[in-house]
């Protein structure tokens, strides 16, 4: 696909910033056809160094809390400021996923690039923890690692050559989530399906020089993609 937004974050000292294949590749299929109207309140979950809340906020006009439980929120306001975005347009937060810090119904849309596996597996997540504060009618967008087929039973060498099998629990197939995701009760599923964008955004991560993208290398380059994909799924709050 065609990276129209994408391109212009094409600089060496951004992609230094990501934490895992390109999270602003991923985030523009994610919301290819997506309607956020300019000036929605929008949660960035799991924002990491902060590279996909200034995508939100610069090709989308969003306003963004950058919510993150690991990244210090002052660092990334130096970045923000960097790129020269108002501080009242990306405002970051520490918080914790199954404890947001917000009110109620405070969000019109929710995104999530690569973190929604860790916390959102348990099938109570969404209901209990996370739709309460979107607003009625309002949009969760997640883009995740997925499997192409779940095989936790018989794990590939190739996949075990840079992970371990706690750290491939982690990553499921359509299926799994599926199954999770139809189990709320508050959420309209609109699609679950493969990303396009697999072998290129972990292409841009393979080429950082950080010690999680060097260990990534080992099971790539033996083929361990093969087993893997991207997953995304956009969920309408009832």
Not at 8 to 29: C, H, R, S, V
């Amino acid at each position: 696909m065609n990276y129209n937004k994408s391109r212009k974050y094409n600089d060496p000292a951004l992609q230094a910033k990501m934490m895992g294949p390109n999270p602003i590749k991923l985030e523009e299929e994610l919301l290819m056809n997506q309607d956020i109207p300019k000036g929605s309140i929008v949660c960035d979950l799991g924002s990491g160094q902060g590279l996909t809340s200034v995508f939100l906020a610069k090709e989308y006009g969003a306003v963004v809390y950058a919510t993150d439980l690991w990244s210090d929120p002052q660092e990334n306001q130096k970045f923000f400021d960097q790129m020269k975005i108002e501080r009242k347009q990306i405002i970051p937060v520490q918080g914790d996923a199954t404890q947001l810090p917000y009110e109620k119904e405070f969000f019109d849309a929710i995104v999530s690039v690569d973190s929604y596996n860790y916390f959102g597996r348990d099938p109570h997540y969404l209901d209990d923890h996370l739709l309460p504060y979107v607003k009625k009618g309002g949009y969760v967008y997640i883009a995740i690692p997925g499997m192409k087929k779940d095989c936790h039973d018989h794990l590939p060498s190739e996949l075990l050559l840079s992970w371990t099998p706690e750290q491939l629990d982690y990553m499921h197939d359509i299926a799994y989530w599926s199954k999770i995701i139809k189990q709320s009760q508050d959420a309209e599923v609109i699609s679950i399906k493969e990303m396009e964008s697999h072998d290129e955004v972990w292409a841009d991560w393979l080429k950082q020089e950080n010690e999680f993208a060097i260990g990534d290398r080992k099971a790539m380059e033996a083929g361990g993609g093969q087993y893997l994909n991207f997953i995304a799924i956009v969920l309408k709050k009832k």
